[in-house]
């Protein structure tokens, strides 16, 4: 067999959505995307060998020949999605305050009743490692069963140095042995501990926290909440600058509740993503343009807030790579990218297209994953098989898992 023993046959399926057409980028529909019909996938070795039309397929790589043949009739495969952006390792519950906001409640009200963030706080200090562990590994099985395979993960519900790294040890413990490719992220800017002057806390954070989890050798990343009200944009600075100079890529949380220049800090410090952007303006997207970094749009958030949503489409006419991620926390308790891709359409405007490349490519872009999130050749072999003959059922179908099987590095894993 050429290139190694033939793993996988994924054969018959009425479309196979290798990604973004090369150049296409912000197509509206079908252009957006390189497909092909009555397709198939061969794997070998966990990567894809070829992908093209049946006939062709199985005429290099017969289906008998493959330690699993997968008869896709009917069904469509697409890239196995991406999530850029979550907070997936934490402990309490926080129901009762989605019926606060319900009641009119604001985040910022609820934070500071001793709410939100550090609610999940005192209850992430009082958790074992061991039960940290067991909660995100739940929830990453719930997202593989939705057909996300890459996730980011990130701490920020410790705000000591301690309870960080327990956190980021946690996370290091899961992905060592879970199938999902897990991404950490240190977050211990992510809000101030109750009772701590906000300076004071910074000089924690980049004084204790950084070099500490440097020296962990967990965490790729280091992510701040620049907000109004929880972290400037020089004291964001100076923790993403710290971070940096440990050996930690910057990340930022920018223009969630208020426009305070979140999204430009993003582009001065090379920021691999800037997520969120409820309030970004043209000129900070076009700043994210220049600098190569990928706006993050997480719809869940403003869907759970009833705020209103980014503007996608000013970021799409700018030519940014809009990625989206589900936000998953305490606080946007989803873990579906299908739920995620159906906001993206039903809410911003998005076409389907536009929203699958969001969950995967782009996505992985946002996390320096460049061989995810594609199914060319060569490409670790990361599937989702949707029970249904198009992509576009992904979005269309909400409130509804559409995902029949899960392939991770060419192994059925759900």
């Not at 000591?160 to 992905?175: F, I």
């Not at 965490?219 to 600058?241: H, N």
């Amino acid at each position: 067999m050429p290139g190694g023993e033939l793993q996988t046959v994924v054969h018959d399926a009425s479309e196979v959505v290798v990604g973004k057409r090369d150049g296409a980028w912000p197509g509206e529909g079908s252009e957006l995307l390189e497909t092909y019909e009555d397709a198939a996938v061969a794997v070998v070795d966990g990567e894809i060998a070829a992908v093209g039309p049946t006939d062709e397929v199985l005429r290099e790589y017969p289906a008998e020949n493959a330690e699993e043949a997968y008869d896709a009739t009917g069904q469509a495969v697409v890239p196995g999605f991406v999530d850029p952006h979550t907070h997936a390792v934490f402990a309490g519950d926080r129901s009762d305050e989605f019926e606060a906001k319900l009641k009119g409640k604001t985040y910022q009200e609820i934070l500071a009743d001793g709410g939100g963030i550090l609610r999940t706080v005192r209850a992430v200090r009082e958790a074992t490692e061991r039960e940290l562990a067991a909660n995100l590994r739940e929830h990453l099985d719930a997202m593989l069963a939705y057909g996300t395979t890459t996730v980011e993960v990130k701490s920020g519900y410790g705000l000591d140095a301690e309870s960080e790294l327990k956190l980021l040890s946690a996370v290091e413990t899961v992905a060592a042995d879970h199938v999902v490719d897990v991404v950490p992220t240190f977050m211990g800017a992510h809000a101030v501990p109750e009772g701590q002057d906000t300076d004071d806390y910074v000089d924690d954070v980049v004084d204790e926290q950084i070099p500490a989890a440097a020296e962990q050798g967990v965490a790729e990343y280091c992510d701040v909440f620049c907000e109004e009200g929880v972290f400037s944009v020089e004291q964001s600075r100076r923790v993403l600058e710290a971070g940096r100079d440990h050996g930690l890529t910057p990340k930022v949380h920018a223009e969630e509740l208020a426009h305070i220049g979140g999204t430009k800090l993003a582009a001065d410090v090379a920021a691999t993503s800037a997520d969120h952007l409820l309030h970004s303006t043209r000129e900070d997207v076009d700043a994210l343009v220049d600098a190569d970094v990928v706006p993050v749009v997480l719809p869940g958030t403003a869907f759970g807030l009833g705020a209103e949503y980014a503007d996608a489409a000013e970021m799409l006419d700018a030519g940014a790579p809009v990625a989206v991620a589900t936000d998953f926390n305490p606080n946007c308790h989803s873990r579906s990218m299908g739920f995620a891709q159906s906001l993206c359409c039903v809410e911003m405007g998005m076409t389907p297209a536009q929203a699958l490349v969001a969950a995967t490519e782009h996505a992985a872009m946002a996390l320096d994953r460049p061989t995810k999130g594609r199914l060319d050749e060569g490409a670790p072999a990361d599937m989702a098989i949707v029970d249904a003959p198009s992509h576009v059922h992904v979005p269309y179908q909400f409130g509804e898992n559409v995902v029949d099987a899960v392939f991770k590095d060419g192994a059925r894993v759900a």
